[in-house]
């Protein structure tokens, strides 16, 4: 039992895309206290958080793939 949970986990924390370690990471403020945020604003405001965690998400996935672009003149 503890095995399959520790693979669910493991699964859920890394396809997450990290929004929520990104925020963390710049507000200064710990992982588990935004992922508790998110959990908590999502009950209350029945899941209006969700769409925002997707937006921030689609926004960290886009700009990963801008930087890894080179100039022109480069090449």
Not at 17 to 24: A, D, E, I, K, N
């Amino acid at each position: 039992m503890t095995n399959l949970s520790e693979r669910i986990q493991l699964t859920l924390e890394s396809s997450a895309f990290g929004v929520c370690t990104r925020l963390g990471e710049k507000l200064g403020v710990a992982t588990s206290s935004v992922r508790l945020f998110f959990i908590y604003a999502s009950f209350i405001t029945f899941g209006s958080p969700v769409i925002l965690y997707l937006v921030l998400a689609f926004i960290m996935n886009t700009r990963k793939y801008l930087r890894k672009r080179s100039p022109v003149w480069d090449y």
